[in-house]
């Protein structure tokens, strides 16, 4: 007699996500004449840019010749796709070889997955608000308790607000696993090399590993931040790096990620390259590779005009970050994030609970954000606005809040 696993019913809701479309929806049916402006979730509108269309039609086009046809992969990636991401890095002065990445289908899968290499009895810290993807899947694992009080039991929730800067103070206790995200979703802060040295000391001290996702790393400008955890020295014998051409180069669509397991990284019973090997082995019997047609994609993000066509994009979205953040300080209203990341992290006027001002966001200004509190139990009273969208539609939201929104 099959049993399912009952640890899906420890999980606190529906997926965030999934819930404000499902409520976005039901708003849509009850009002089909209003124009809806999303400022949801954090999905790219913009067209992928020449020198990557040209990639993927490169990549479509070798798959109708037999001398150029592929079919599997290396599950690990395209080597020239690795080797080239691992010439990218060294700009920031890191030195990575091309066996410690590995192509994925995308970061929220890598992100996903990467607790299945320790064991169940690890203890997993989250900063809070966090990105959902890290604590259910922890919690589908088996790793925590009950949903109770707006937290898991046998998490260890590490608070980002207002007085630490968003960043998290370093746990007070033993714990095995570490999720950071810089820059930040859904905070949109940053960390600074010394917030992540911290980190990295404690975490090699203790023989706990940083999994560090870093998908938001192309909406960086201010050149003292850094793009990778590898930047800080140590990272390599604690860190493993999750990252993605998703909010990069507008592949949300086409799929495409790496993750980076160093041959130095090391754990409680892991030597080094045991867990490079681990992956591997993970990555080898549970995924085939990424599209062949997404990894010539990737190879032309990487050339000198995706990169710099790629940028501009970013720095379109960037540009509506600061049109949003104008308008909200226009209004009063405080807000974090947005200088370096494509996430503005409101502070709800009058202290209203983040799903109450969601609800009013919702009904009077017709823009749908993302409640703070479903990113985690410190997140309550904030909501998080993307800046991810075309600029009329940006420009019609923020008009609409600084018009409608009765504050
Ligand atoms: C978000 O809105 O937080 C992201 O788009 C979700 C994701 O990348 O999976």
């Not at 980002?160 to 820059?183: A, M, T």
């Not at 047609?293 to 050339?303: M, N, P, R, T």
């Not at 993307?386 to 420009?395: D, K, L, M, P």
Request: proline share 5%; net charge positive.
């Amino acid at each position: 007699m099959a049993t399912i696993n009952t640890n899906f019913d420890k999980l606190a809701a529906g997926y965030l996500f999934s819930e404000i479309a499902r409520r976005t929806k039901e708003f849509a049916n009850k009002n089909p004449d209003i124009e809806i402006l999303r400022l949801g979730i954090g999905n790219t509108t913009e067209p992928l840019v020449p020198a990557v269309i040209n990639g993927l039609a490169k990549g479509v086009e070798k798959l109708s010749r037999v001398e150029t046809y592929s079919g599997y992969g290396d599950e690990q990636g395209n080597l020239l796709l690795r080797e080239t991401l691992g010439k990218w890095y060294q700009k920031r002065k890191v030195f990575l070889d091309p066996g410690e990445i590995f192509i994925s289908d995308g970061a929220k899968s890598d992100s996903a997955n990467i607790q299945s290499l320790f064991s169940k009895d690890s203890v997993i810290a989250v900063c809070d608000p966090v990105y959902p993807v890290y604590v259910d899947s922890n919690v589908i694992a088996g790793r925590t308790g009950e949903f109770s009080g707006g937290k898991y039991k046998g998490l260890v929730y590490l608070p980002c607000n207002e007085e630490n800067g968003f960043f998290p103070d370093l746990p007070k206790r033993k714990v095995d696993l570490i999720y950071i995200c810089s820059p930040n979703n859904p905070t949109g802060a940053v960390a600074t090399k010394k917030q992540l040295k911290n980190f990295v000391d404690f975490a090699v001290k203790t023989k706990a590993v940083i999994v560090f996702d870093a998908a938001y790393f192309a909406y960086i400008s201010d050149p003292k931040l850094p793009r990778s955890v590898y930047e800080v020295p140590g990272a390599k014998e604690c860190a493993i790096e999750i990252n993605s051409f998703s909010k990069w180069a507008g592949f949300c669509g086409v799929r495409l990620g790496w993750t980076v397991v160093p041959m130095g990284l090391v754990c409680k019973n892991s030597p080094q390259g045991k867990l490079n090997m681990l992956w591997n082995r993970r990555q080898t019997t549970m995924f085939n590779g990424a599209s062949n047609i997404a990894q010539e994609g990737g190879l032309a993000v990487l050339s000198p005009k995706g990169v710099s066509q790629s940028q501009k994009v970013v720095d379109y979205y960037m540009g509506n970050a600061r049109m949003i953040k104008k308008t909200l300080s226009k209004m009063g209203l405080k807000s974090f994030g947005g200088d370096n990341a494509p996430y503005i992290w409101l502070k709800t006027p009058g202290n209203m609970k983040s799903w109450d001002f969601f609800d009013k966001l919702l009904l009077e200004a017709h823009v749908v954000g993302i409640p703070g509190s479903g990113f985690g139990f410190s997140g309550e009273g904030y909501l998080r606005l993307s800046a991810f969208g075309h600029r009329e539609n940006i420009q019609k939201a923020v008009e609409s809040i600084y018009q409608n929104l009765k504050i």
